[in-house]
C-alpha cells in the first residue's frame, strides 16, 4: 500500500516553460548584481568560496560570477549554483516578478493525497529553497504546509539508484510503501531499481501503453489504490 509520495516540479507538477522561460532567464539577469550586492553576507560568502573550490580556482567575487554565469549557460547541476539561484529567485518572488507555476491536477490532487493521509516529499535538482520558494507562492496559495520533506542534488543525481536509497533512510516508510513521480524515464528507472513504485507523468503526446513505468497525461489519473495494489 502506497504510504508516501515523491515528486519531481520541471514537468511533472509544474511547467518546463515557466522553468525555462521564466526562472532560468530571471536567474540570468540578475545573478551577477545579486552576488555584488549581496557578496560580504556570510552566505553569499560560502557560497562563492564553493563555487571557486568546485572550479578549482582562486577566491573571487567576480571570478566566482564568471563562473557562475558560464554553469548556467552550460545548465550545469553544481550545488552552489542552485543555492545561489535559489537566493535570486526568492527575490523575485517577494517582489511579485513572477508566481510559481503549478498545474491545476497536480495542486487539486496534492491536496486530496494530503486529506488521505498521505505524506509527501518533493525531489528536485532545483535546491530545497527553491523549491519551497516556488510551492509557496502559487496561484493556489502556499502549498508548502502539503509536504513533509523536500530533497535536492545534496541527497545524491536524480538519475542514481543510490539517491532513492538515501531518501527512503531518512523517511519513515519501506520502498514498496513510496510512490515516485517524474517526467524522466531515467530517474523512474533509478527509483524503481530502488524499489519504489513509479508512474511517469507525460504532458505532452500519447501514452505508450507498453512503457516500461506506468504513464498518465496528469495528476488526476494517478490511482494510488490501483498502483498500492500491484506494488
Request: hydrophobic fraction near 45%; include cysteine.
Amino acid at each position: 500500500m502506497i504510504k508516501a509520495i515523491i515528486t519531481d516540479i520541471e514537468g511533472t507538477t509544474s511547467s518546463l516553460a515557466f522553468v525555462k522561460d521564466v526562472l532560468f532567464p530571471y536567474a540570468r539577469a540578475h545573478l551577477a548584481g545579486f552576488v555584488r550586492q549581496h557578496a560580504e553576507e556570510a552566505t553569499v560568502k560560502a557560497l562563492l568560496a564553493d563555487t571557486c573550490a568546485a572550479a578549482d580556482v582562486a577566491f573571487g567575487v567576480e571570478t566566482a560570477i564568471a563562473q557562475l554565469l558560464q554553469w548556467l549557460d552550460e545548465d550545469k547541476k553544481i550545488t552552489p549554483l542552485k543555492a545561489l539561484q535559489g537566493l535570486v529567485w526568492e527575490a523575485g518572488y517577494r517582489q511579485g516578478d513572477f508566481q510559481g507555476h503549478i498545474y491545476a491536477d497536480a495542486a487539486g490532487q496534492l491536496q486530496n493525497w494530503k486529506q488521505q493521509g498521505i505524506d509527501l516529499y518533493v525531489y528536485s535538482s532545483g535546491s530545497v529553497q527553491a523549491q519551497k520558494l516556488l510551492f509557496a507562492h502559487t496561484d493556489y496559495g502556499d502549498l508548502t504546509p502539503l509536504f513533509s520533506g523536500y530533497f535536492d542534488t545534496l541527497i545524491g543525481g536524480k538519475r542514481e539508484t543510490e539517491s532513492y536509497q538515501n531518501i527512503i533512510a531518512r523517511i519513515p516508510f519501506l520502498p514498496r510503501q513510496v510512490l515516485f513521480l517524474s517526467d524522466i524515464k531515467e530517474e523512474l528507472d533509478a527509483a524503481k531499481a530502488a524499489g519504489l513504485a513509479t508512474v511517469w507523468l507525460v504532458r505532452e503526446g500519447g501514452l505508450d501503453a507498453q512503457a516500461e513505468h506506468r504513464q498518465v497525461a496528469s495528476f488526476a489519473e494517478i490511482s494510488i489504490a490501483q498502483i498500492g495494489g500491484i506494488s
